[in-house]
């Protein structure tokens, strides 16, 4: 399909140009870190008696808090102990609630109270409130909030039939519990994207559609479609011939930014979402994909061709000639994918082809301090910032034998350490987003 070419025109291995990468200063993988807070958990003090089913709730609560603090083991040293040593000291008070248990926690630090909070954990909500607590005792010792209580959403192949492939959006936990599957099209689900307010999911599909003709005709077209999580419906919201496809929301969530070939190029557009406005961003001759934008919508980081093979550059896409303030920024591997601003707009994560594989870096935002993030860890591509900007989830890809392979979803800190698996015998996984 000619309409396809022009999207995987930019992520084609066959590349065969050369690239002289002399005077590229690449970081080694997993750079120093600041030294650790000290955290203990105490042992619960438990009010009155608990029988066997409120016991196991709150060994419940107590295993998923723990273990929700040790993805943030580059900031904090955790234990757990009757110590009362550790310069932050979390208490737990406890007492039976029906069929599960009150929890009352309180935040010490070098003996001052930071502050109480409480959750009642029973039935279906325990893991719920389970991260509901945690994060409550992270705020009160970071005054910010945590990734314990937000969801991934991505792309899985697992309900493919044969050689029918089946590629249909999910969500789960961010820790990779609860597997939910959003799509039953039946078909190609690309590039899903998460509106700021968290309700909407935009991503392209693969979708055949009749010509009006005589002959009727049936062509595949990737329109972008739109998923209401509060009504559970799918609206259209581009069907324009060819590719609709790529699309980042801006910071205010009432446009979009994505790429369309309806002029025979690639070029990414603006689309006001109530109007269906559309305003011509990129007017170059190469092929330009895959955008994202700062908060301040004042930088969009996108990938093009105009030097030969895909890079990132950033621009301003609100000025008034867009391809003078055109910046390329990426300057390592035969050619890059998936480039990624951080929430605070400050660095860029990306995937580069390199030592005939894909592994993850980072630079900051005006192309310097290169960091190389992924090294023999298999094929790493995908990334996507927590919405904090402490962690990347990303693919990884295994190759097994010569006809099998894996594609999972890991997660990562901002500085290369890879902390675990998120899926696991779920088909090959793409795209993950984070959402909550």
Same mark, same amino acid.
């Given at each position: ?113 930071? +502050? ?56 789960? #936990? ?26 909407? !999911? !935009? ?9 009006? #003709?005589?002959? +009727? ?10 998923? #209401? ?82 890079? !990132? ?7 008034? #000639? ?115």
């Amino acid at each position: 399909m000619k309409f396809l070419f022009s999207l995987v025109l930019l992520f084609s291995l066959s590349s065969a140009w050369a690239q002289n990468e002399a005077a590229v200063s690449v970081i080694a993988v997993g750079e120093a870190l600041d030294a650790k807070d000290q955290l203990t958990f105490a042992q619960p003090r438990i009010s009155g008696s608990l029988n066997a089913g409120q016991q196991k709730v709150l060994e419940e609560v107590l295993s998923l808090i723990k273990n929700d603090f040790a993805f943030y083991k580059h900031r904090f040293e955790i234990g757990t102990t009757d110590s009362t040593s550790g310069y932050y000291m979390v208490n737990f008070t406890v007492s039976g609630s029906g069929p599960g248990v009150e929890i009352s926690t309180e935040v010490m630090k070098a003996g001052k109270s930071l +502050g109480k909070d409480s959750v009642s954990a029973q039935g279906t909500k325990v893991r719920d409130e389970g991260h509901k607590l945690a994060d409550a005792i992270y705020r009160r010792i970071t005054g910010k909030g945590s990734i314990f209580r937000e969801k991934i959403v991505f792309v899985s192949d697992r309900s493919t039939m044969g050689k029918d492939t089946r590629k249909e959006l999910y969500i789960m #936990d961010f820790d990779g519990r609860r597997v939910e599957r959003l799509t039953f099209f039946n078909s190609t689900v690309i590039s899903p994207a998460i509106s700021p307010d968290n309700r909407f !999911i !935009i991503f392209s599909l693969i979708q055949s559609h009749m010509t009006g #003709d005589r002959k +009727g005709k049936e062509n595949k077209n990737i329109d972008l479609k739109i998923y #209401d999580r509060e009504t559970r419906k799918f609206s259209t919201v581009s069907g324009h011939p060819g590719v609709n496809s790529g699309a980042a929301y801006s910071a205010s969530g009432k446009s979009i930014y994505f790429t369309l070939t309806t002029s025979g190029n690639a070029d990414i557009y603006e689309m006001d979402l109530a109007s269906k406005k559309l305003r011509k961003v990129t007017t170059h001759y190469a092929e330009d994909v895959d955008p994202t934008v700062t908060a301040d919508g004042n930088s969009m980081s996108f990938l093009s061709s105009r030097a030969g093979r895909a890079h !990132i550059y950033i621009m301003n896409p609100n000025g008034p #000639d867009n391809d003078k303030n055109v910046r390329r920024v990426s300057f390592v591997g035969q050619f890059n994918a998936s480039p990624r601003y951080s929430p605070d707009g400050r660095s860029i994560v990306f995937t580069s082809w390199v030592d005939n594989g894909f592994d993850l870096y980072r630079i900051d935002a005006q192309g310097n301090n290169l960091a190389r993030l992924t090294k023999n860890f298999g094929s790493n591509e995908e990334p996507w910032w927590s919405p904090d900007g402490e962690f990347v989830i990303f693919t990884s890809q295994r190759v097994l034998s010569r006809t099998k392979a894996i594609q999972d979803i890991y997660i990562m800190n901002r500085d290369g350490e890879v902390l675990g698996q998120l899926t696991q015998d779920f088909g090959r996984t793409f795209t993950p987003r984070w959402t909550n």
